[in-house]
Structures are given as C-alpha cells and as structure tokens.
C-alpha cells in the first residue's frame, strides 16, 4: 500500500452547510494548493437542494480528494455516498480524508474487494461513504442514485462525457434523480449539446468566470414532487453495501469501448502488433520518446536472460506490456499503475494476440506490497514524477524487494529523475547502462544480490 503521508502538500479548511472540515491535497492530483473554484460553486450552487438534501443514495463521479462526497456526507446523517475514481491514489486520499472528518468509509481493491472498513451498521452522527476505483461511463453495479454529481474532468473527452451524460440518464439515476455538474467553460458547448438531447429537464444553470453548473432532472411519476419521490433515508447496512459495490477488474467489458480513440497497427522495435489508443490515455496515435527508448534498452537488457515474470510500472496503453509479450514470451507480465483505465487498456493489447499469450496481473499502485518477492525476471519502471516527493526511494527499495537475483530493470523518465535514481541507487542494484533521448534517458540495472 503507497504511504501517503510524504505525498499530502497542504491540509486546507472548508465549511459546507455548518460543518467545519478539513482536507489533505496533493501534489500527485487535482487541485494541490486549495479547494478549485468549481467544487466550490457546484457545493454552493446544490447545497438547498430538496431532492440532494434528502437523498439517501449520492455518486460523487471523479471523486479526486474527496471534498464533494465528504461535504455531503458531513451534512447529511441519512446519506450513503459512492465516491468513485479511476486514480486509486485519489481513491487513497478519499478515505484519508474521510478518517480525518469522522466519515465511515470503506475502501475497495481493484479485484472488488474490500480492502479496508469502518462501515459499521446503523445509524450515525454523519453519513457514510463507500471508495472505489471505477470510469466516468461505466456500468455501475448500483443503479437508482438519488443524485449524482461531479466535477467533470476536462481531460475526459466529450466521447466519454457523452457517454456519462447517457448513463445517468439511463442507468444511473432514479426517477426524478438529480445530476449535478461543474464544468469549465471551456467545454460549456458539450455541455449545453447533451442538455439538448437528453430527456431530462434542465432546471438549474450557474455560470461563474471559469466554470458552469448545471442541475437536470430525470423524468418521473406525474404529478409528484420530485423531493417526494426520493428514497427514503437511511444507511444500508454493511452487508448489503459490500455486496453492492463489488465489481472486480475483470467484470469490466462493453464500457471500456467508449474509450477507444483508435485502432491501428503499431511498430514495437523489431515487432508490430495491433493497438487500440484510448480517450484520457497518451500514445494513442504513435508511441512516445519515453517508450522508444525503453524497449530500446529493454533489448539490450535482456539479450540472454530467460525472463518469466515481467513487470511494468505505468504501461500506459500497453505499448512495452507488448513488446515484452512478443520479444520475450513471459509466462505472467504485472502491470503496476494508479491509473485504472492504463490497466484496462494495457489488458485489452494484450488479449488481442493470439494464444499462448501471458497472463496479466493488474495491480494498483496503492496495492503493490501484494506482490510477492523475488518473483520478477525483469521490470520496466516509467517514473511517475511528483513534485517535492521522494519517490526515488520507495521505488528503488520495491524494485529490490520484488525482483530475483540476476534480474534487468530499466528506469525510464526525464533525465533528471533518471539521474535522481542512478544517485539514490543502492548497492545490490548494479549500473549497467544510461541510453538519452530528447530529455528522457533509461537506465539500466542488474540486481547482484
């Protein structure tokens, strides 16, 4: 499980409808330094709400650090909060933060299980909050929200944000649910287009100088406020939320198609494989200098050596995952990301070649203490930089623990993190070589002991 503590930049204070808050930020997501402006106005702009205020079943869609789905659930007693992200280290920061406000709240692995609780039955002085990794459009495995709401990330794509626009209107919401969102202005067009083909009512719109908040309505039964018609409040009990909220990596299937971008056949050094590109996923036209360069030393790395587990940390689309599987058929290839989406694409490459083909083992970067030790043959590590944190350290510290002896890493970033790495490298790991390439460089090295 990554430590969290050496990652939290600033802890700010926040009040929402009477409650005195407090929440840790981060470098390593959204919105470091302070609250952004538009969680702030999409809090202020549902805070009287009558069918929010009486919701006992709320979706915080991107959740981040949490500060919506922890607002609501400080507010209100009767509310059960999902809070959901595909960066399982805001999924991390969500149920710090929780702790840190007094919220029950339970945390989700990417297999489906729940990892960490103090969810417990009954009644309490504030509401509770259910944390997982999930999409912005995916299938949710609990249908019938009250209310959802988000900060829309502006990354997503209006492919993506087509499709969650679609899914609340067909899946997500109950009848006379509410969607709430906060949009930045730059995208008000996408916005207004849904708004224009959906069914739902529009019945609120904010504009602020950077960003907009619109307040739909799912259509219900005739002639009944929509305030009365929601759920009544109340906490699910424990058992029944964990049996709700299960969905495992491997359920995930017709969703991840509204993410693909493009699908065409990719070189990979002496090999070529076909790729699907991905919506909110880098390289998904051509590769970048940082994968040249790594399966470039990767080449170099392994001539010889009989490599049976690869790991790869970050692997984006999967584009080196590939590689790895044509150039050195592995049995099992570890893909390490906090990044639930790279791993969903990083399975669907792979699943396109033919069998044999290597198994897959995804796994959270939050999760990596469940990788055994002295199981990996040869890792590729692209350097996920965050500002003012050491991570130099834990990494090197991990990349020693979970490989054998005899094994090849390759560390691939700018040439000031790779430098950073080859100064904090301990004895055991051995420098081999230092390939550059316009402002990235891989290092190599060779675990001795």
């Known amino acids: 499980m990554t430590e969290t503590k050496g990652l939290v930049n600033k802890t700010v204070d926040f009040q929402y409808k009477g409650k005195r808050l407090a929440f840790e930020l981060s470098h390593a997501l959204f919105s470091s330094f302070a609250i952004d402006a538009g969680t702030r106005l999409l809090l202020k702009e549902t805070a009287h709400d009558p069918v929010i205020g009486k919701a006992s079943l709320i979706l915080d869609a991107g959740c981040g650090a949490g500060i ?20 399982t280290l805001a999924c991390e920061f969500s149920l710090n933060n929780c702790r840190k406000n007094g919220i029950p709240a339970a945390l989700y692995s ?20 259910i944390i997982r990794p999930g999409l912005l459009a995916e299938d949710d495995p609990i249908s019938g929200y009250d ?20 899914a609340c209107e067909k899946s997500l919401l109950r009848p006379c649910g509410r969607l709430a969102f906060v949009i930045v202005n ?41 305030e009365t018609a929601a759920s009544t409040p109340g906490l699910l ?66 001539s010889g050596l009989l490599v049976r587990e690869f790991l790869v940390a970050e692997p984006g689309i999967g584009l080196a995952a590939l590689w790895a599987a044509k150039a050195l058929g592995p049995s099992g290839i570890v893909a390490i990301s906090r990044n639930l989406l790279s791993l969903l694409a990083t399975s669907r490459n792979l699943a396109k070649l033919e069998e044999p083909r290597p198994r897959l083992f995804p796994c959270a970067a939050t999760e990596i203490d469940r990788i055994p030790g002295a ?58 070589s230092v390939k550059k390439r316009k402002g990235f460089s891989a290092l190599t090295l060779a675990k001795i002991d």
């Open 186 to 226: 730059s995208l008000i067009d996408v916005a207004e287009s849904w708004c224009l083909a959906t069914s739902m009512q529009l019945i609120g719109r904010t504009t602020a100088k950077s960003h907009t908040v619109f307040i739909l309505e799912k259509s219900g039964p005739t002639g009944i406020p929509a």
């Open 375 to 432: 199981s990996i043959d040869c890792a590729l590590w692209f350097c996920d930089e965050v500002p003012e944190y050491n991570y130099m350290t834990p990494t090197l510290s991990f990349l020693q623990r979970v490989t054998k002896k005899g094994a090849a890493i390759v560390v691939v970033g700018s040439t000031v993190a790779v430098s950073r790495f080859e100064r904090a490298r301990p004895k055991g790991l051995q420098r081999v």
């Open 68 to 87: 919506i789905g922890i607002s609501l659930a400080a507010a209100n007693p009767g509310v059960l909060v999902v809070m959901q992200d595909r960066d």
């Open 110 to 129: 990417l297999d489906g299980t729940i990892r960490e609780s103090d969810i417990e039955s009954g009644m309490s002085a504030s509401g509770r909050a």
């Open 237 to 302: 009990p424990a058992a029944e939320v964990v049996r709700a909220v299960q969905k495992p990596f491997d359920s995930y299937s017709g969703e991840i198609d509204a993410y693909i971008r493009s699908t065409a056949w990719r070189p990979l050094g002496r090999y070529a494989a076909e790729v699907d590109g991905f919506w909110g996923l880098a390289e998904f036209d051509t590769a970048s200098y940082s994968t040249d360069i790594a399966i470039e030393a990767l080449e170099s790395a392994t």
């Open 147 to 166: 209310a959802v709401l988000s900060n829309v990330p502006a990354k997503a794509g209006p492919k993506i944000l087509a499709a969650f626009f679609d």
